[in-house]
């Protein structure tokens, strides 16, 4: 009871710091913002430390944080073999391929009305598959080794891409377009100069979702086939042992490097959508944007 008593004083304390540092004038500053998240994702640990060793769970249900510690010690080389083979080559791959083909064929949707009627539902369609599905088809087409798992991240990432970059490509205002024609400027004087400034929220949008997608389809494909690598592999193997420390040090590492590619993409569509409203919130009171000058 002593470990239960105490994470829950120290849950109490630290929600108590949360909430004045929240409301206080200290929120003006990168750090102080940055320390809420960081105290909470700290009280959650501490918390969840407290109450597995306190009430006894068995490791197999839930082990602590500190054995997930341990294990993510004790296992880096594998940990980091596992990550280069999901993750740069599997799921980078395959984000990579499937955001370049999803963009080529919104410009094709943008140019043929055709298209648009007969390709976008075919898109719906696909975007309704079960990835549990066609996972194990497509490995059975590319084989175990990443090519497969980078298929199977094709075909989830596509359909958000294209439908966030169809709509951001028809997003333009009618009299900038007006305009333009009025400058004779061609189909794609007019895409690269008007239409594709104003489509980059739509499209980064769609890489953000596609971003979080990508990890996990690599993931899943792994359960149906692959060699003796991967973060799927190691979650699905270790599971049989009953080695859930292993199995948590998978999901940490995979949650930390989905984040950091959202979070990078995110940093990424700041620096090229600086102008749009969405953005503006991140200058602070008093400070003025990089449009206004000064």
Known sequence: MIWVLGSMLF??????????????????????????????????LVLWEGLVRGLGVPPVILPPPTAIAAALAGNASLLWADFVQTFVRGALAGYAIGCSAAFATAVLIDRSPFLQRGLLPIGGFMAALPIVGIAPILVMWFGFDWPSKAAVVVVMVFFPVLVNTVAGLAAADPMQRDLMATWSAGYWQALWHLRLPAAMPFVFNGLKIASTLALIGAIVAEFFGSPTVGMGFRISTE???????????????????????????ALIERRVTFWHPSQQGRYGAGRRSPQQGG
């Not at 304390?13 to 929240?22: E, K, V, Y």
């Not at 049989?240 to 199995?247: I, P, Q």
């Open 11 to 44: 849950w109490a304390a630290a929600w108590a710091l949360n909430i004045r540092l929240a409301a206080s004038r200290l929120m003006r500053h990168r750090a102080a913002r940055l320390a809420v998240p960081a105290i909470f994702g700290v009280t959650i």
């Open 239 to 265: 599971v049989g042992r009953l080695a859930l420390d292993m199995v948590w040090a998978e999901i940490a590492v995979a949650a930390v490097a989905g984040s950091a590619f959202y979070g990078l993409i």
